[in-house]
Every structure is written in C-alpha cells, then in structure tokens.
C-alpha cells in the first residue's frame, strides 16, 4: 500500500505564486509517475502536470510557462510550484501515484487533495 498526502494549500491573490507539496511512502518497488491533478466545482478532475520515473514532464495547455513540477526521489516528495496565479486555477489539487509494489503489481494511489483558491 502507498499513502499519498498533499500540503501547501491556500489562498494567494491573482497573479501570485504558491507551492504544493506531495509525500508519498510505503512499499515501493518501482516509481512509475507522480502527477498533479486539480479539481475544480461543477468540473471533472483533470491533469495539471505530471513527472516519470525517467523525469519528462506533462502540462496541462492551461499552465505550461506558469507552474513546474519537481520530485525528490530520495525524500519520497513531490512539489508544484504555481506562479502567476489566475482565479481559473482555483481548485482542489490532488497529487497521484502511480507505482510497482511488487515486480506485477501496479495501482494508483491518491492523497486527500489541498485546497488552492486565487481571489481575483
């Protein structure tokens, strides 16, 4: 099993910047990706960014130039730094992982989700 938990949520004017973080633990045996994903009401959930295990990146047409991703293999963490902030990005952010417990065993596992919410 993998747990999943976000922090770094807030309230941050248009235009400002805020950074979300993801920890993740237990037994891993092979990292496949760790992504964002937001969910805004009345919407579904969709991919903001996402890293693999070989490092490349995806981003979401709506945020690339704005936010980066980053992961920290060895501390088991995974940021989004959100710059440049819009009142459309307003969101609760969930990070996902996706991994091998065993060499055949492959799942997703999501956090709780942290509120973002940019005042216009």
């Known amino acids: 099993q993998v747990h999943v938990v976000e922090s770094g949520g807030g309230l941050v004017q248009s235009g400002g910047s805020l950074s979300v973080s993801c920890a993740y633990s237990?037994?891993?045996?092979?990292?496949?990706?760790v992504g964002w994903y937001r969910q805004a009401p009345g919407h579904q959930r969709e991919l903001v960014a996402r890293?693999?295990?070989?490092?490349?990146?995806d981003y979401a047409d709506s945020v690339k130039g704005r936010f980066t991703i980053s992961r920290d293999n060895a501390m088991k963490m995974a940021y989004l730094q959100m710059n440049s902030l819009k009142p459309e990005d307003t969101a609760v952010y969930y990070c996902n992982v996706q991994a091998y417990t065993t060499p055949t065993n492959w799942d997703s596992y999501w956090g709780q989700g942290t509120q973002v919410t940019v005042s216009s």
């Open positions: 890293v693999t295990s070989g490092a490349s990146t």
């Open positions: 237990g037994s891993i045996f092979h990292l496949v990706a």
